[in-house]
C-alpha cells in the first residue's frame, strides 16, 4: 500500500490485502464432535463460523443408533421384558422414569393391575431418578458455561443416588427393575431410611448448587437472553419438558394427564417467562425441589403389602396397541406398543423420545450467536444421545 | 549482610549474594555469577511450578468436594515429579498437518520470556545470603511489562502451525486478549511508577516502606493490575484461549509430552511471576506489614524478608487457584468489555488520582478515593436493583394451572 502524501490521498478507499492480491475468502468451518467435551455424548455439530460468530450450524446424530426399538421386538426368550433391557440403555439418565412408561404401557396393554405399594415406589424412584438426572444437567451445564465445580457437586449427590438404585435394583444406572404388574421384587428394609436420607441431602445440596452459579455475575451474563425459544416455535417444533415450560406453558404430563397415582400428589409446574438458557436452568433447579415434596408426600404414605400383582410371567396380550406417555427428565416421553395377538413379543416398539425432538430447537438458538454460546445453548437442551439415537 | 543492604543495592548489577570472585571472570558480558544465579533462578521456578500444580490440585479438590491427590507421596505431594516423569517419556507428536520449524519451536518462546521477567524481581533480603535479585534494572517496569508480552508470539506461533482450527481459533484469542489487557495493565503501572519516583523495582519496594504499601494507596491501580495480568496469564475466569468446553485447549490442542509440558509449565510459572510481581509493586515486597519501618521493627523485614516476599506471593497464587475453580468463564466479548470498558476506565481513574496526590497532597487524594468508591458504589446499587432475583414465576396452585392435552396443546408424537 502506498503511504499517503496528500490529504486527498487519505480519502481514497484503500484496498483491503485480500482485495489488492486477489484473494478468496472462504467461510470457516468447524466440526464439534463426535469426540468433543462438550457436545454430551457423541453429538457432532458443523459449525460455520464468521470469526467467533456462528452463522450456520448442522447437526448429525446417529452416532449412538443401536436398533433399540428393533431389539426390543425380538424377545423370544425374555418376551415383553427384553425391551426394557434396550430402554434402560437409551436414556442412561432417566432409566427408571422410562421403565415407569414402558410398563405403564404393556400393563395397558394386557390389562394388567398394579397393587398400591408399587405404584408408590415407582414414583418415588421415578423422582429420583429425575433429581439424578437434574443432577446430571447441573453439572454439564456448569462445565460447558467454563466452572468446573458444579460437576464435582452434583454427582457427590447422584453417587448416593445410586448407591440407592444399587441397592433396590442391584445395579446403578440400568436397574431394569419394574415389570407388567408391580416391580421384579420388593425394595430393601431400609429403604425408607435411605430415601429419607438422600431427600435430606439433596434439599442441603440444592443450596449448594444454588451458591455456586445460580446468582454468580458471569454465569448470568453467559446465559441470560442466550438461546431464547418462544412458545409458538417451541409448539411448532413438537419442544417439551423444561425447554417448553421455560416459554411460559405450564405443560407437564404429570398434571396435564396424570399417569400412575400422580394425581394424588401436591406439586408445582415452575414455568418461565422468556424461554432463555437461564430459565431453563432455574426450572430443573426448582424441579428437583418439587421432586423432593413429591418423595416425602408418597413415603408418608408408603402403604405395606404386595409389590406384585397377579400377572403373568409369559405374557401374550391380546391383539392391539396401546401408547403411554409420562413426564420424564427431559419432556414428553412415549412408549407405543402393538401386539399381535400370537407372539410372546411386541410385534412393534416405538420410543417418542423428547431429545430428539427437543434436539431440533438448537439451529433456533444457535444462528447469530457465539462459539461459546453454542456449547451453553447445546446444553441447556440437555439432551442424551442414547435417546437421540435410539 | 548489614541491615541497611536494601538501601544500598539500587543500581548494582550482579546478584549481591554472590561472592566477589565469581563476578570478574566475564564471558560475553557473562560473569560466572551471572549463570549461577540464573541456573539458581531456574531451578527455583522450576521447583515451585510443581509445588503450585500440586497446591492448585489440593485447591481444586477441596473445592470440589474432593482430597486432590493422595497416593504418591505424604499427601499426593510427589504427585507432580511423578507427572513430569511421565510427561518427559512421552513421545512429542508432530502431526502431519503440523508445520514442522515453528510447530517445536513454539514452546520454548512461551516460556522463555516468562522466565526472562524472573531476572528484574526483588525477591528481598535473607540472613547470610543478602538481596536475592538478579537484575535491578533502572527499567526494570518497562522490561517486565515488554518482555512478557513476546509469548504471545509463541502462542500464535503454536495455534497457527498446528494445523488444526481449533488452535487457530484460539491463537486468534490470545492475541485479541492480550493487546486488550496489556493497556489496562501498563496504565495501572503508571500509577505505581508515579508514587516511587522510580522504574526500578528495588526502589519501588523501597519506596512502599517509606510511604506506605502500594494496594493501600493505589486500591483502583491494584485491582486493574491483578485482574488485567490474570487475564493475560489466561488463568480463569479469562480462559477463553484454551476453554476446553469450546475449542478444546486452544493452541495446545496438537501438542503432546514435554512440549506440551512446556505450556503448562510457562503458565504456572507466570502464575507465580505475576503473584510475585503484584507482591513487589503493591504488597510492599519483602516488608512484613506496612508501617513496621516506623515502628522499629524494620530489622525482620531486612533479616528475613525473602520468607515474606514468598508468603505474600503464595497468597495471591492460592487467590488466583481459588477464583479458577470458583467463577464459570467469559464469553469474548464480555471478556473485551471488561477491558475496555472496565478495566482501561478504571485504570485512568488511578492514574489521575496518583497526580492528584503526588501534586496536591494526600486529602484531595482520599476525597477523589471516596468519591470513586461512592460512584461505584452507586453503579453497583442500580446494577443490582436491575436484577431482580429471580425470573422463574412459580404456579403455586398447579392443579388449575396445568394445560389439559385436550385444549389443542397436544404432543406430536
Known sequence: MAIATSIDMLREPVPSVAEERNLETVEMTINMGPQHPSTHGVFRMVLTLEGERVKNVQSHIGYLHRGAEKLGESGDLEGYRKAMITLDRTDYLSSLLNEHAYVMAVEKLAGISVPERAEYIRVILGEITRINSHCMFYGAFGADAGATTPYMYAFALREEIQQLFEAVGGARMFPNYYRAGGLREDVPQDFVRRVQAIVDRALYAFDDFDNLITANEIFLSRTRGLGILDQTRALDLGVSGPLLRATGLPYDVRRSEPYSIYDRFAFDVPIGTTGDCYERYLIRLEEMRQSIRIIEQALKDLPAGPTMGNAPKALRPPKGEAYVRIENSRGDFGVYLVSDGKSSAPYRVKYRSPCFVNLQSLNDMVIGTYIADAVVALGSIDIVLGEVDR | ?413
Open chain 2, 1 to 413: 549482610m548489614t541491615n541497611n543492604a536494601a538501601s544500598e543495592l539500587t543500581l548494582q548489577a550482579v546478584p549481591s549474594w554472590m561472592p566477589a570472585f565469581l563476578v570478574a571472570p566475564m564471558i560475553g558480558g557473562l560473569s560466572l555469577a551471572d549463570l549461577i544465579a540464573l541456573v539458581v533462578l531456574l531451578l527455583f521456578v522450576l521447583n515451585f511450578v510443581m509445588i503450585e500444580i500440586w497446591m492448585e490440585r489440593k485447591v481444586a479438590g477441596h473445592i470440589q468436594l474432593r482430597r486432590g491427590p493422595l497416593h504418591v507421596g505424604p499427601h499426593g505431594s510427589l504427585q507432580s515429579p511423578a507427572d513430569v516423569l511421565k510427561l518427559l517419556t512421552k513421545e512429542d507428536l508432530t502431526p502431519v498437518a503440523a508445520d514442522p520449524i515453528v510447530f517445536p519451536m513454539a514452546p520454548y518462546l512461551v516460556f522463555v520470556p516468562v522466565f526472562l521477567t524472573f531476572l528484574v524481581i526483588p525477591w528481598g533480603p535473607l540472613v547470610l545470603f543478602g538481596n536475592f535479585v538478579i537484575r535491578p534494572f533502572d527499567l526494570g517496569l518497562v522490561y517486565m511489562v515488554a518482555i512478557p508480552a513476546m509469548q504471545g508470539i509463541g502462542l500464535v506461533m503454536a495455534g497457527w502451525s498446528s494445523g488444526n482450527k481449533y488452535s487457530l481459533l484460539g491463537s486468534a484469542r490470545v492475541v485479541a486478549q492480550l493487546i486488550s489487557y496489556e493497556l489496562p495493565m501498563v496504565i495501572a503501572l503508571l500509577g505505581v511508577a508515579m508514587m516511587a519516583e522510580s522504574l526500578n523495582l528495588t526502589t519501588i519496594v523501597e519506596s512502599q516502606m517509606k510511604q506506605g504499601w502500594n494496594v493501600f494507596l493505589q486500591p483502583i491501580g491494584f485491582l486493574v493490575f491483578f485482574l488485567a495480568t490474570m487475564s493475560e496469564m489466561s488463568r480463569a475466569p479469562f480462559d477463553i484461549a484454551v476453554a476446553e468446553s469450546e475449542i478444546v485447549g486452544g493452541p495446545f490442542v496438537e501438542y503432546s509430552g514435554m512440549r506440551w509440558g512446556m505450556f503448562y509449565l510457562a503458565e504456572f510459572a507466570a502464575v507465580c511471576l505475576n503473584s510475585a510481581l503484584s507482591t513487589a509493586l503493591f504488597l510492599g515486597g519483602w516488608e512484613l506489614f506496612p508501617g513496621s519501618r516506623a515502628l522499629g521493627l524494620g530489622w525482620i523485614s531486612d533479616q528475613f524478608g525473602l520468607l515474606f516476599f514468598m508468603g505474600k506471593m503464595i497468597v495471591l497464587v492460592l487467590i488466583i487457584q481459588w477464583a479458577r475453580f470458583a467463577l464459570p468463564r467469559l464469553r469474548i466479548d464480555q471478556l473485551m468489555d471488561f477491558a475496555w470498558k472496565f478495566l482501561l476506565p478504571a485504570g485512568f481513574v488511578n492514574f489521575i488520582l496518583t497526580a492528584i496526590l503526588q501534586v496536591f497532597g494526600f486529602v484531595p487524594f482520599a476525597i477523589g478515593i471516596g468519591l470513586t468508591l461512592a460512584f461505584a458504589a452507586v453503579l453497583l446499587a442500580t446494577y443490582q436493583a436491575r436484577r431482580s432475583p429471580s425470573t422463574v414465576a412459580l404456579i403455586r396452585t398447579a392443579a388449575a394451572a396445568a394445560v389439559p392435552t385436550s385444549q389443542g396443546v397436544g404432543l406430536p408424537v
